[in-house]
């Protein structure tokens, strides 16, 4: 494993009790069916697909979508996320399996799974190639990729985009009493200081999912769709409050048929 890649899964280890709570918080809401019939709408809801979740986390996805009747495999490479996604299986009494493993090399033969998925993880590759092309191979003809994530990165792309990120911390912290880090008092500096150490980010100003799509028409995928925000379902006030400038956006894609 290169250097930037160690340093990348210590960010999200660092990160994970977070994670973990929040996680925690959504599995006990609207969100997990809302997930599910999100999923369901775009691969179908017939029990048994194999799916592979890339960058699984404290496994919210492995978890949802093993209840849902997929056979779940979830991937991750961070030791504090593989830790919770273990432990957060076991409390949920799912059949899933966890491995420790890079998102950038899922170490699978070709065409293993109908659904590859991934949720808040590909602003953080460090080889969007890569990793893109290692999901595709390991789709099966005729599989589905579903991405998705927002433009977290943008925060630190411009003196403006911080300033929006900013306003509306602060809001969200008058407003609610806590942002979704836990900090109950609005701090700029240490805000600032947070987003300057997600500087493995890469994609500086790129516009995402316009960006992506291109990529993954490259990259030889069918059929890609996209909607720049799902959020209407899926958030809370305080969500679309404190990340409305960068709602969640969904990206689908498809391997073409075998022959095809």
């Known amino acids: 494993m290169n250097e930037e ?10 990160g994970s009790e977070n994670y973990d709570r929040i996680i925690h918080d959504e599995l006990k809401s609207f969100r997990m069916e809302g997930w599910q019939r999100l999923i369901a709408e775009q691969v179908g809801s017939r029990p048994g697909l ?16 093993s209840k849902a ?11 504090g996320m593989l830790e919770k996604a273990r432990k957060n299986t076991a409390e949920y009494g799912v059949d899933a399996q966890i491995l420790e493993m890079d998102c950038h090399e899922p170490a699978f033969p070709d065409d293993s799974f109908d659904l590859v998925v991934s949720r808040n993880v590909t602003h953080a590759l460090r080889d969007h190639v890569r990793a893109y092309s290692e999901w595709l191979r390991v789709l099966r003809p005729g599989g589905t990729l579903l991405i998705f994530d927002a433009n977290w990165h943008l925060a630190m792309s411009s003196e403006a985009w911080f300033r929006e990120s900013m ?3 602060k809001k969200c912290i008058e407003l609610y009493g806590s942002d979704f880090s836990g900090n109950t008092t609005f701090d700029e500096e240490r805000s600032r200081r947070a987003y300057e150490s997600e500087r493995h980010h890469r ?5 995402r999912p316009d960006w992506d799509c291109g990529l993954l028409t490259a990259l030889g995928y069918r059929d890609i769709t996209y909607d720049r925000d799902i959020t209407g379902p899926l958030w809370d006030d ?3 409050l404190i990340y409305g400038h960068t709602p969640m956006f969904m990206i689908r894609a498809r391997k073409g048929e075998a022959g095809a």
């Open 5 to 14: 890649q160690q340093k990348i899964n210590a960010h999200w280890t660092k």
């Open 50 to 65: 194999d799916v592979l979740d890339c960058g699984c986390g404290p496994a919210f996805f492995t978890i949802i979508l």
């Open 69 to 79: 009747g997929y056979r779940v495999t979830g991937i991750d490479a961070a030791e």
């Open 167 to 169: 306003e509306r911390e």
């Open 203 to 207: 994609l500086g100003d790129l516009r």
């Open 238 to 240: 305080k969500e679309k």
